[in-house]
């Protein structure tokens, strides 16, 4: 499988810590310090399908494809702007395209979960080009009295269009049901039969639980999945990990052994767009030219479920 072009879209407004000082019991310096965060992009009067489709087509444009040339949609996202349709059957009517379409959820492990499902339709033939885009408004879904997690995340959308052309991938994916430490419920309707149903909430997480799970699983998924290709740690030439905490980002690198420059991040300025922040990355660097074309990619998330996923994969672009 090979990546042919890459797309992301942004929310117009922009949140600094600043202004979360307004109506917060926080500081700009409480949150550096904590997250690295800066600023974040959140939805204002933009949907999500918006961002999902101006990413999408600045993908299809970036490979130099048209909506008619893909043969299947992947649209990774927590929550869409409705719960049917799925996001990616609304995002294939409005870019013109006529094929099969889908959500999937691996929380923020999402992009790589849809990568590694991509991988294997195009291994067996049934898609000849796919267009994974991920989606994630999770302003809609925090508590903003809660600063221990409201701070924390941004709006986006990011897409990448592939093939199964010849190129480097290889994935490796867990998961383990476990809600306690990261967890949001829905709308439990007004069903007369329910007993006890589980109240509405708003995204609830552990974030000394989740630290330890992101470093220990992060760095040994990458450990893994860089072995399992047949490749050693230094011979990534770029590690994209999911942009949640500059502190995450940083303790993985230290427990690799590997240098600060081989670890592009935008957390400072983007904050965690769930699925959506590793392609979000992936397009600025792509787009500030700082991949050329051999460079071995090193890929890791982690999310709710709990979810992890890594994978390893070269780009094959000029």
């Known amino acids: 499988m090979r990546i042919l072009g890459t797309g992301s879209a942004l929310p117009v407004y922009t949140l600094t810590n600043e202004r979360l000082t307004e109506f917060l019991d926080t500081s700009d310096e409480w949150i550096r310090t904590r997250t690295g965060i800066q600023t974040r ?29 893909v043969d299947y949609i992947l649209c990774s996202t927590v929550q869409g702007d409705t719960v049917t349709p799925s996001l990616a059957c609304l995002l294939q009517k409005e870019i013109g395209a006529a094929c099969p379409a889908v959500d999937i959820n691996g929380a923020c492990a999402g992009f790589i979960y849809a990568l590694d499902l991509a991988d294997a339709y ?10 994974v885009v991920c989606a994630e408004g999770m302003s809609r879904l925090v508590d903003w009295t809660d600063r221990s997690t409201c701070v924390l995340f941004g709006d986006g959308a990011g897409a990448v269009v592939v093939d199964g052309g ?17 967890n949001l419920y829905p709308n439990p309707g007004n069903s ?11 995204l609830y997480m552990d974030g000394p639980e989740i630290y330890r799970f992101a470093v220990s699983h992060s760095t040994a998924d990458l450990r893994t999945v860089v072995e399992e290709a047949g490749l050693a740690l230094d011979e990534i030439d770029h590690y994209l990990l999911h942009q949640a905490n500059k502190r995450i980002l ?28 590793i392609p979000i990355l992936l397009d600025e660097i792509n ?24 994978c390893v994969l070269s780009w094959t672009r000029d």
């Open 41 to 69: 992009q959140m939805l204002t009067d933009e949907t999500l399908l918006e961002l999902g489709v101006k990413a999408a087509r600045l993908a299809l444009e970036n490979a130099g494809l048209e909506a008619g040339d």
């Open 287 to 310: 787009r500030a030219g700082e991949l050329h074309k051999g460079d071995k990619l090193a890929l890791s998330a982690f999310g709710a479920g709990l979810t992890t996923g890594a």
């Open 192 to 202: 007369p039969f329910a007993i006890n149903p589980k109240p509405m909430t708003s």
């Open 250 to 277: 940083d303790a993985v690198r230290a427990r690799l052994k590997q240098p600060e420059e081989k670890f592009p991040s935008n957390v400072y300025k983007r904050g965690n767009c769930s699925s959506a922040s």
């Open 122 to 131: 195009l291994r067996a033939g049934k898609a000849g080009r796919m267009l």
């Open 166 to 182: 010849e190129g480097l991938f290889h994935a490796h994916l867990t998961s383990d049901g476990n809600a306690v430490p990261l």
